[in-house]
């Protein structure tokens, strides 16, 4: 059997008929209603899109970045030609971080009386490095990489010697600058 559909005139937005039938004709406060939400949902996926990037942008205005520094302790507790293993909490973490935000540091007071603060992390790719006081080096777990006591790169894959972060001694206390994420450009 053929079927032959009715004739009819479409409005704007109606759908023809076919085999199955012919759909509801489409109100045109329906369309508007339609119009209404697709645009509103595209606004708010901008939004939520953009938002962040804006304040990514906007960051160094609405939350200016402020010098952190952190006490590793009495200046008396690193005895000259000691390097020492320090942990501590990295002020600059949010309260999910969890383990994440401890944070190790070697404080070396050379027999010259000179302090130095290592991070405590290789520059190859971040794996901690290890004192070593009877061969005097540091020595990554990870791909071997080693470095001279003051720091710097002996022998390995890393690129450079240890990243050392700005220190100075008040009332007392040694005081560590945290809050800023080395770079190879550092100077080592
Ligand atoms: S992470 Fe230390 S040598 Fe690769």
Known sequence: MNYEPEKMSLGEGDLPCNAAGCPEPTSPARRRWLGWFGALSALLASLAAGLPIVGYLLSPVIRPRKDLWLDLGPVSD???GATQLVKVENPVHQPWDG???????????SQAGEFQVFAANCTHLGCPVTWFPQSGLF???CHGGVYYENGERASGPPPRGLYQLVH??????????VGHLPTLQDPA
């Open 78 to 80: 690193f005895p000259a």
């Open 99 to 109: 383990k994440s935000a401890q944070m190790a540091a070697y404080v070396r007071h």
């Open 139 to 141: 020595l990554c777990p």
């Open 168 to 177: 100075q001694m008040k009332d007392g206390r040694l005081l560590a600058k």
